[in-house]
């Protein structure tokens, strides 16, 4: 059966946290440019007759369009509205709109929307694809997601102050051991993959879709809410590209993705 997959980055300019995440230089490339590489390697390896890729752009960022534009890689530009650039606006709805938006440029009809967000440098071909797997092996998912394990679990060691200003645990219980809990996860916001029926048919709640997950690698994402969390993320990098294969032939495959001058 013939599958059209439509990748989408999603960027706007400007960010509240971090002054510019989104087009920052990150261990001497574009932080975006790590996404792309993944991307770059992810359609090279999972090429088939009956499966093909469209990647787009979703920004209003010049520098972002600027970087993208001195790549060899073919991609569909969609200018971010107005209504969908402001920072209360929820990514699903911007990845709603996108969608709308390829079907329009390209006349295709896709079975399958991919997400990957562009500050996640530190992402494996092996992620992206696990999504894929994920959802298509669960008919009735709406949303797959890429998690890790929980390094703290609201029946234990998650607390919240109730009305008397004391700490209890998050969902309180009997358990008196983690093992005997439900297992829970960390969303890690690197990569989403969902199907087009919900993104058209469904209120955008995200919580209130059939999820179902991935794993990846833990010590492979941080959240960038700071630039000390750019610069951590940074040294964890150097030391996983140095010593791991499968981050390092990211890194080294940004060199091949690049448009070569004269």
Do not use: W
């Amino acid at each position: 059966m013939d599958r059209n997959i439509l990748v989408v980055i999603c960027a706007r300019k400007g960010s509240k946290g971090v002054k510019g995440k989104n087009i920052r230089e990150f261990r001497g490339y574009p932080i975006a440019y790590y996404t792309l590489s993944a991307y770059s390697l992810f359609t090279e390896r999972y090429l088939s007759d009956n499966t093909s890729y469209t990647l787009a752009l979703n920004t209003d960022s010049d520098t972002l369009k600027q970087q993208f534009a001195a790549t060899n890689l073919e991609y569909m530009l969609l200018h971010r509205k107005e209504s969908l650039a402001g920072d209360r606006v929820s990514k699903i709805d911007v990845i709603r709109d996108s969608l709308t938006e390829a079907e329009h440029i390209s006349g295709y009809s896709y079975d399958l929307v991919i997400d990957l967000d562009i500050t996640s440098p530190l992402r494996k071909v092996a992620d992206i694809a696990g999504i894929v797997d994920v959802i298509s092996a669960n008919e009735d998912a709406d949303i797959a997601l890429s998690v890790t394990e929980a390094r703290r679990n609201p029946y234990f060691n998650q607390l919240k102050k109730d009305e008397d200003g004391f700490l209890n645990t998050v969902i309180a219980s009997d358990f008196i051991a983690r093992q005997q809990s439900p297992e829970v996860f960390d969303a890690n916001a690197s990569v989403y993959c969902y199907r087009p029926s919900y993104l058209k048919d469904s209120d955008g709640i995200f919580l209130n879709a059939r999820l179902v997950g991935s794993f990846m690698e833990d010590t492979g994402i941080l959240d960038i809410d700071s630039s000390r969390d750019f610069e951590l993320m940074e040294l964890i990098a150097g030391y996983l590209y140095e010593t791991t294969v499968e981050y390092g032939e990211i890194r080294a495959n940004i060199k091949n993705i690049l448009r070569k001058e004269g």
